[in-house]
T-cell receptor, first 116, second 110 residues
Framework: EPEVTQTPSHQVTQMGQEVILRCVPI?????FYWYRQILGQKVEFLVS????????KSEIFDDQFSVERPDGSNFTLKIRSTKLEDSAMYFC??????????????FGPGTRLTVL | KQEVTQIPAALSVPEGENLVLNCSFT??????LQWFRQDPGKGLTSLLL?????REQTSGRLNASLDKSSGRSTLYIAASQPGDSATYLC?????????FGTGTRLLVSP
């Protein structure tokens, strides 16, 4: 069964460094998402992406964050200058979203980001 | 702003019991509701999706119901097993994004 994959599984970085989290969505899916979950807290929406554009973003997704689909398979989340509070599990998700918003979102296993 | 609440926060039952997890949401203008399972330190596994026009959905020992007008959903787990131990999350969908609850941590003891 097709699945969303994410790399790396764990990333440790120093405060102020840039990190890039990578995702490979399911191949025939059109909408891609990033969510994060700070330890012990809710899963929170960051951004959705369709047709090489951001289609929706949350208040969390400020200028420090960016997303890109650099080729036909990868979807990346970049954090330009990491802060301690960026430490979280980051989940990538995708769905077909034929425009009726009725689809299941499929989630990857997550990347645990630790900022020291 | 959509708020999703799950009750109880934690539940401990002996193997074999039937149990109900509750999810409530404040804005009934949703497209669908998904129930997920999350194992410690792991990703989210989709269990069931109920469209806004549906009342319930079943998969094996799991049955989810949706009452959109009252802003409630329940996940019923029949004949619980130790392997069901995990955190269960509900999430409601606006146009694109999912809004998650805080989850119910379930422990099923042998």
């Amino acid at each position: 069964e097709p699945e969303v994959t994410q790399t790396p599984s764990h990333q440790v970085t120093q405060m102020g460094q840039e990190v890039i989290l990578r995702c490979v969505p399911i191949s025939n899916h059109l909408y891609f998402y990033w969510y994060r979950q700070i330890l012990g807290q809710k899963v929170e929406f960051l951004v959705s992406f369709y047709n090489n554009e951001i289609s929706e973003k949350s208040e969390i997704f400020d200028d420090q964050f960016s997303v890109e689909r650099p080729d036909g398979s990868n979807f990346t989340l970049k954090i330009r200058s990491t802060k301690l509070e960026d430490s979280a599990m980051y989940f990538c998700a995708s769905d077909k979203n034929s425009g009726v918003s009725t689809d299941t979102q499929y989630f990857g296993p997550g990347t645990r980001l630790t900022v020291l | 702003k959509q708020e999703v609440t799950q009750i109880p926060a934690a539940l401990s039952v002996p193997e074999g019991e039937n149990l109900v997890l509750n999810c409530s949401f404040t804005d009934s203008a949703i497209y669908n509701l998904q129930w997920f399972r999350q194992d410690p330190g792991k990703g989210l596994t989709s269990l069931l999706l109920i469209q806004s026009s549906q009342r319930e959905q079943t998969s094996g020992r799991l049955n989810a119901s949706l009452d959109k007008s009252s802003g409630r959903s329940t996940l019923y787990i029949a004949a619980s097993q130790p392997g069901d131990s995990a955190t269960y999350l509900c999430a409601v969908r606006g146009f694109q994004k999912l809004v998650f609850g805080t989850g119910t941590r379930l422990l099923v003891s042998p």
